[in-house]
């Protein structure tokens, strides 16, 4: 890739890294937080700096890139100041990551995707518990929320929401889930498992090219507005209508747009799955 075009992209990944992350940047230099758009850099602890910087994969050689050798998991390309990702160092000393990353991708794409879960992990969370996991109110209240816990068969198949249940909630799952069990149980329907295609795509690290690390942040961030607008948390203050999903019109709505990320998060996985085959 010529010097004119590769330094184009990452001013212009940059532009977008900035606007995707401007919100979080503003808020945190004045001491503030959001209960849904500050989750994807708390809960994954992945700073807004960390999405600025371009990759451009394996396999392509950056000429007139020198810089780029003093950078980790780089070496000397071909060409005379060119440099390109060491796809070989990386996978020597990142194999056992790269592995269980693979694992988890290609299990979690080989199943058949779930839905009708209706994003009940979140009020699981709050089943029966006298205090929040957020400063936001209940819509329903502790009473109504719990009564909605209990209308429903809990169908949580990921074990990173199911590890949040309150103690009340664990058994009414129907999967007793665990860490060593996660990769049995994820499926393309689940929300979560959606929003940890950013995961995977960080911890690739320079194996990812850039504008594909960021449509997977991006997605993240579609997946939980969609998580916190169905979840029992009254968010109108925050400019975000509910989706009821204790009524029907609301599981309807909140299925319609669970297919939809799924699909989307489907075409990522593959893309990532493709760069660690």
């Not at 001013?11 to 890294?17: F, L, P, S, T, V």
């Not at 689940?190 to 995961?199: K, Q």
């Not at 997605?219 to 607008?229: F, P, Q, S």
Request: with cysteine; net charge positive.
């Amino acid at each position: 890739m010529d010097a004119a075009d590769w330094r184009a992209r990452v001013d212009a990944h940059a532009e977008r890294a900035d606007a995707l992350t401007a919100g979080r940047r503003a808020r945190a230099a004045r001491g503030q937080t959001h209960p849904v758009e500050d989750f994807l850099f708390t809960y994954y602890s992945y700073r807004p700096a960390l999405l600025r910087r371009w990759h451009p994969g394996g396999g392509v050689e950056l000429a007139d890139a020198p810089e780029r050798t003093a950078w980790r998991w780089y070496r000397p390309g071909n060409g005379p100041g060119s440099a390109r990702v060491d796809v070989e160092g990386h996978r020597a000393e990142r194999g056992d990551l790269i592995r269980s990353i693979r694992g988890v991708l290609s299990a979690t794409a080989g199943r058949s995707a779930v839905f009708g879960c209706f994003g009940l992990h979140e009020w699981a969370m709050l089943y029966r518990s006298p205090s929040a996991r957020h400063t936001a109110p209940l819509r329903l209240g502790q009473a109504g929320t719990d009564a909605v816990v209990e209308a429903h068969d809990l169908r949580c198949t990921h074990f990173d929401a199911f590890r949040f249940f309150t103690p009340d909630a664990v058994p009414r799952n129907r999967d007793a889930l665990s860490r060593d069990r996660q990769v049995a149980f994820e499926q393309p329907g689940c929300l979560h498992a959606g929003m940890d295609v950013y995961r995977w795509a960080v911890k690739l690290g320079p194996l990812v090219p850039g504008e594909l690390l960021l449509d997977c942040f991006t997605l993240a961030r579609d997946i939980r507005e969609l998580d916190m607008r169905a979840s029992p948390y009254d968010l109108t203050e925050w400019g975000y209508t509910p989706v009821a999903i204790e009524t029907s019109d609301g599981k309807a709505d909140y299925v319609r747009q669970q297919r939809g990320f799924a699909e989307r998060a489907g075409v990522l996985r593959e893309r990532l799955l493709a760069l660690v085959a």
